[in-house]
């Protein structure tokens, strides 16, 4: 995987989609190429879990009802913060078209996760990876069977303070990639990148994308046909 250029741009987008009136917080959104539909999910109305499908034909998206689990939630990726103790939990939500059913839920973490979760799926591997932060920043290998989670190992992937994890896995390096930003000075965009050994996590050496500081929200997406990835951020001049 390597780090060709970065470079300020904008480009043009479709129409705008409405999901929830109520307003929401904590977005993560995920494209299924195999049903061409994008998953949303995020905390909805009373703060809890909301998870959405939309079909994607073009520039149209056609998103299906939201579904809700009981409990409420704080912080959302496709894994949660629960409110009581800020441990970190996961669950499956299994789709039938835009239909939602969630399984049981699985503590991935008994200990304070700040405010920061991410998590992709290492297919030839067959697991998921969970990226936290905290007093320790832990990388969480499970296994999944069925909508049966099963913790595997964990370890911390890099020491000191960070925020605004994202993550994706590169299926033609079987690499995982990170990107966070520097929660010390100088608050700046870097990206981490690590794999599986069996079911243990080990990361290398981080990476500096900027020398100046950036706001709390970074994102990564991964080729799939090529060991290339893409990181953005905002700057703290907007």
């Not at 705008?16 to 190429?33: E, P």
């Not at 994308?209 to 799939?224: E, P």
């Amino acid at each position: 995987v390597e780090v060709v250029s970065s470079t300020v741009f904008t480009e043009s987008v479709g129409s705008w989609y409405g999901v929830d009136t109520s307003g929401i917080s904590y977005l993560s959104a995920h494209f299924d190429s195999t049903n061409q539909r994008v998953i949303l999910v995020y905390q909805g109305r009373s703060n809890r879990v909301t998870v959405v499908a939309g079909n994607v034909s073009g520039s149209v998206i056609s998103f299906g009802s939201e579904y809700q689990d009981e409990s409420e939630r704080r912080y959302i990726a496709a894994v949660f913060i629960e409110n009581t103790g800020s441990y970190g939990y996961c669950k499956i939500a299994t789709f039938s078209g835009t239909t939602v059913s969630f399984g049981t839920e699985y503590a991935f973490k008994s200990a304070t996760i700040y405010n920061s979760i991410a998590c992709t799926y290492d297919s030839q591997a067959n697991k998921v990876v969970i990226l936290c932060n905290g007093a320790s920043n832990d990388a969480v290998v499970c296994s999944i069977s069925g909508t049966a989670i099963t913790v595997e190992s964990s370890t911390t992937f890099i020491a000191g303070s960070i925020n605004s994890l994202s993550c994706d896995y590169n299926s033609t390096s079987n690499k995982i990639i990170a990107s966070y930003r520097n929660g010390g000075a100088p608050y700046n965009a870097a990206v981490i990148i690590g794999g599986i050994s069996g079911v243990t996590p080990t990361f290398g050496s981080t990476l500096s994308l900027t020398a100046y500081a950036v706001d709390n929200f970074t994102a990564i997406s991964s080729s799939q046909t090529n060991e290339k990835f893409a990181v953005t951020w905002t700057n703290d001049s907007g």
